[in-house]
């Protein structure tokens, strides 16, 4: 996959994907520029562990790999949300402070995608198959990819209704 592919995704990706190809290695750069600010002291860290400060100050180098990665962590998110056939206005719960973050990683991280094509796009590489065996030990039956079609469920009310008088 070429950079400005990973960098800026479009469509669904699977929950294997957002892992092993989106968090796990944001996590790990993370933890890497963190642990480049420590060595240069650039963080306040030796005092938050001994108790002389109470909020942690991130340094220059975490800053930076910070900003660098939000793009590819939102996009990342929004295609997880994609593939579940919700909005990425969802990404809205970023706002809210701590609880909100945690509740997208939840979403888009443990609750699994829709089986088939959706407004999105088709069902991502690993969810060809709906996932695996069945309960039974057979092999899984093959998802339905044809093309979504918006349906009475996908159309606007009527504003105003017709017997609004």
């Known amino acids: 996959m070429e950079f400005l592919g990973w960098y800026v ?11 092993l190809h989106y968090m796990l290695p944001i996590a790990l750069l993370g933890l890497l520029a963190f642990g480049v600010d420590v060595s240069f002291g650039d963080t306040n860290a030796a005092d938050v562990l001994a108790g002389r400060a109470t909020v ?5 180098f975490s800053t930076a790999i910070g900003w ?5 962590s939102l ?18 719960l970023n706002l809210v402070p701590f609880f909100g973050q945690l509740a997208l990683l ?10 088939a094509a959706n407004r ?3 069902v991502s ?8 065996p069945t309960a039974t030990g057979g092999p899984a039956a093959p998802v339905d ?18 017997d609004w008088r």
Request: proline letters at 14%.
């Open 145 to 162: 990819q044809r093309p979504w079609t918006p349906g009475p469920a996908d159309r606007a009310p009527d504003y105003p209704p017709p």
């Open 106 to 115: 939840g979403i888009c991280g443990f609750v699994p995608g829709q089986p």
């Open 9 to 19: 995704r479009r469509g669904r990706i699977d929950r294997r994907v957002f892992w």
């Open 68 to 72: 660098a990665t939000l793009v590819p």
């Open 120 to 122: 999105y796009g088709p």
């Open 75 to 92: 996009s990342a998110h929004a295609c997880r949300l994609h593939d579940q056939g919700r909005s990425a206005w969802w990404l809205l």
């Open 56 to 60: 942690l100050e991130f340094g220059a």
């Open 125 to 132: 590489g690993a969810d060809q198959t709906g996932g695996g």
